[in-house]
Nanobody, 120 residues
Framework: QVQLVESGGGSVQAGGSLKLSCKASHYASCMAWFRQVPGKEREGVARIYSIGGDKLYDDSVKGRFTISQDNAKTTAYLQMVELKPEDTGTYYC????????????????WGQGTTVTISD
């Protein structure tokens, strides 16, 4: 089982930036970021394939968020710019060893989450 540790969350004003990091204990073929707010489903934000680097984004973050990995493919980053109050939530890192999209069921390993708060 892959262990995941997220970091980089915090509180910023709207329009600001944050960069999240997710360190994985082992290589995974797919790494992704999800976010969740209380009372709502956990939703996929961005995904990257370790081989080839193909990326997929939710429409709500396209053009503002960028997912990337380090050369070892064990750390995933989420660079977030032009943050909006609706980006507020707990951000979770997840990995999968097969095909993966932005659905929760595609992923088998999850981190504990890091909190992002965007104020007006």
């Amino acid at each position: 089982q892959v262990q995941l540790v997220e970091s980089g969350g915090g509180s910023v004003q709207a329009g600001g930036s944050l960069k999240l990091s997710c360190k994985a204990s082992h290589y995974a073929s797919c790494m992704a970021w999800f976010r969740q707010v209380p009372g709502k489903e956990r939703e996929g934000v961005a995904r990257i394939y370790s081989i080839g680097g193909d990326k997929l984004y939710d429409d709500s973050v396209k053009g503002r968020f960028t997912i990337s990995q380090d050369n070892a493919k064990t750390t995933a980053y989420l660079q977030m710019v032009e943050l909006k109050p609706e980006d507020t939530g707990t951000y979770y890192c997840a990995t999968a060893d097969d095909w993966c999209g932005l659905g929760r069921r595609d992923y088998i390993n999850w981190g504990q989450g890091t909190t992002v708060t965007i104020s007006d």
